[in-house]
């Protein structure tokens, strides 16, 4: 069975400073690919970065990037010089090709940049 | 549409009644997700429809709750004798159903069984 953790419920950073968000997941399968979304107050979920099984490099996206270790299965996120506007609930997702796709989710961590 | 279009954006209903919730998925996703989000929860998986494959209904909490999505496109979430435990966000999303490309949520259908 596939299994997303994310340990972290609450995090804190300050301003300016860079951060890590913490994602293992479970999987047997060699095909599959692993998101980050973004849920601020609002409730929109907006998708950040991706990151492929097969993927040597890790994903960047501007201010993201995904540290993405496969022998540990994990799949950290980064988010560098935090702006107040990153004080979100974020999520941790995969997608398993055995499974057509479907996504699986973490239970999230919640991120308060403080000024 | 542009996006993943969600109705109605708020449903206040009586317990013991039925509710429709209606998602619209962008166009040519031919994969369409059904999520359930409680307040300061993470995401519940409830149904998934991919193509013409026979929907993962093994989200679905009981039997009060179906789904189903007609031509591929339209999908209608049905929850019958609403429980004041069904109050949540129903989030609907859709993707091209491909392992690399992400999928594109709505703004949700918030429910609240009174």
């Known amino acids: 069975a596939q299994k997303i953790t994310q340990t972290q419920p609450g995090m804190f950073v300050q301003e300016k400073e860079a951060v890590t968000l913490d994602c293992t997941y479970d999987?047997?399968?060699?095909?599959?690919?692993l998101f980050w979304y973004k849920q601020p107050s609002s409730g929109e979920m907006i998708f950040l970065i991706y990151?492929?099984?097969?993927?040597?490099q890790n994903a960047t996206e501007g201010r993201y990037s995904l540290n993405f270790q496969k022998a540990r299965k994990s799949a950290n996120l980064v988010i560098s010089a935090s702006q107040l506007g990153d004080s979100a609930m974020y999520f941790c997702?995969?997608?398993?090709?055995?499974?057509?796709?479907?996504?699986?989710f973490g239970t999230g961590t919640s991120l308060t940049v403080i000024p | 549409g542009a996006g993943v279009s969600q109705s109605p954006s708020n449903k206040v209903t009586e317990k013991g009644k039925d509710v429709e919730l209606r998602c619209d998925p962008i166009?040519?996703?031919?994969?369409l997700y059904w999520y359930r989000q409680s307040l300061g929860q993470g995401l519940e998986f409830l149904i998934y429809?991919?193509?013409?494959?026979?929907?993962?209904k093994s989200g679905l909490p009981s039997d009060r709750f179906s789904a189903e999505r007609t031509g591929g496109s339209v999908s209608t979430l049905t929850i019958q004798r609403t429980q004041q435990e069904d109050s949540a966000v129903y989030l609907c999303?859709?993707?091209?159903?491909?392992?690399?490309?992400?999928?594109?949520f709505g703004q949700g259908t918030r429910l609240t069984v009174v």
């Open positions: 999987t047997s399968d060699q095909s599959y690919g």
């Open positions: 999303a859709s993707s091209l159903g491909q392992l690399n490309t992400e999928a594109f």
């Open positions: 429809f991919q193509g013409n494959s026979a929907p993962d």
């Open positions: 990151q492929g099984s097969y993927d040597e």
């Open positions: 997702a995969m997608s398993r090709r055995n499974t057509g796709n479907q996504f699986y």
């Open positions: 166009s040519g996703h031919t994969a």
